[in-house]
Every structure is written in structure tokens, then in C-alpha cells.
């Protein structure tokens, strides 16, 4: 089975402007995870989203949300970047609820 | 709610002797514990996972880790370390029966390899 993928790896963007993140999860898998991973905050939960559904969100300003479809393949997206943002962005996708995740390469975000 | 402390930030140990990652966690209810491994640029990768069966949990790549629930604690052991093996690791709880799906990570334990 392919592992979980991320779209782009590297991305530059500057303040003010949005961006939009993809994941494919691995086949089979309905859960969907999003992180942010910076050296002063280590991982922080961003949100869940099974069968297209957001069950759960962490601590994060509107300007973060997210989306699943049919697919599972989930994006998302960040409006109003700001330099605070830079961070790697990991994606995880997850067979069923309380089992481990399995995580993806993770998009590298810079604002600039 | 729940959270998980590592207890160091970062470990030292020397090639071919025993690595110890200490992780207290906390938890309202029946919690599953894991370790990932993160090699620089890279994702996290599954070291093992505890979901309330053995006590004792062997990994990949000659990782274990034993749940003491007395403690709060779920320490992660290898009897030799390998250069390869110098990384970061995470210690993550996840609360079962508490009607949300939900990953917390520890701060990281970066592991040193002296050869």
C-alpha cells in the first residue's frame, strides 16, 4: 500500500496571502489528522476529520480550517498568513478511531 | 485531559550501550500509548504502541517500552544503541472513552549517538 502523501513539500509564501495544503491518505483509511510541527511548540494538534466530518479541533485561530471529501483526501487551508505560520505541516491518516496514526512526509510552509 | 511530559529533551549515549527515554503521561481514562521517531527532514514514523494488552510492548528496530500504570510512566529502552538510531523521539497518548479522537505529543527527546 502507498503510504500517506502530501502536496506540495516546500512551499514560500508571504504574509497576508492563504494557502492550501493536500493529503492523501492511505487507501482504506477514513481518519484524516492535521499537526504543526515548530521547534518552539513541538506537535500540535490542528484538527480530525472522518468521513468528511471535522470531529475534533485543536487551539487554532479561524484562519486554519480544513476539509475532507468523499475520498478521504483532505485539504487545508491557512487565510491571512502570517510569519508565526512557518512550520511543517504534517498530515496523518489513521484505519479506525484509537489505533496509531501513520504520518506523512509533511509540507514545509515559509512565509516570508 | 491529557498530556504526556518527556522527561528529558535531550539524551547522550554512547554507540553499543543501553538508550533510556523517560515519558510520564496523563490521562481520565483508559489511555493508548505510542512512540514515533522522527529522523532529521523526515515524518514520524510508528516505533510501537500500547493498547492495553502486555504490559511489556517490543517495537521495530529492538525498541521496547513498558506501560506501568502505578506510575503514569511508559519509558522507552534499547539494550544497544546504534548510530542510526540518533533521531527524535515522541512519546503520544491517546484517551479511549472520552467521545474524542485526539493525539498528544510529548515535547521530543533528542537521542545522540556517540561512536
Known amino acids: 500500500k502507498a503510504g500517506v502523501t502530501q502536496t506540495p513539500r516546500y512551499l514560500i509564501k508571504t504574509r497576508g496571502q492563504q494557502v492550501t495544503l493536500s493529503c492523501s491518505p492511505i487507501s482504506g483509511h477514513r481518519s484524516v489528522s492535521w499537526y504543526q510541527q515548530t521547534p518552539g511548540q513541538g506537535l500540535q494538534f490542528l484538527f480530525e476529520y472522518f468521513s468528511e466530518t471535522q470531529r475534533n479541533k485543536g487551539n487554532f485561530p479561524g484562519r486554519f480550517s480544513g476539509r475532507q471529501f468523499s475520498n478521504s483526501r483532505s485539504e487545508m487551508n491557512v487565510s491571512t498568513l502570517e510569519l508565526g505560520d512557518s512550520a511543517l505541516y504534517l498530515c496523518?491518516?489513521?484505519?479506525?478511531?484509537?489505533?496509531?496514526?501513520?504520518f506523512g512526509p509533511g509540507t514545509r510552509l515559509t512565509v516570508l | 485531559a491529557q498530556s504526556v511530559t518527556q522527561l528529558d529533551s535531550h539524551v547522550s549515549v554512547s554507540e553499543g550501550t543501553p538508550v533510556l527515554l523517560r515519558c510520564n503521561y496523563s490521562?481520565?481514562?483508559?489511555?493508548?500509548l505510542f512512540w514515533y521517531v522522527q529522523h532529521p527532514n523526515k515524518g514520524l514514523q510508528l516505533l510501537l504502541k500500547y493498547t492495553s494488552a502486555a504490559t511489556l510492548v517490543k517495537g521495530i528496530n529492538g525498541f521496547e517500552a513498558e506501560f506501568k500504570k502505578s506510575e503514569t510512566s511508559f519509558h522507552l529502552t534499547k539494550p544497544s544503541a546504534h548510530m542510526s538510531d540518533a533521531a527524535e523521539y515522541f512519546c503520544v497518548v491517546s484517551d479511549r472513552g472520552a467521545g474524542s479522537y485526539q493525539l498528544t505529543f510529548g515535547k521530543g527527546t533528542k537521542l545522540s549517538v556517540i561512536p
Open positions: 490521562s481520565s481514562y483508559s489511555p493508548s
Open positions: 496523518a491518516s489513521s484505519p479506525s478511531d484509537y489505533n496509531e496514526q501513520f
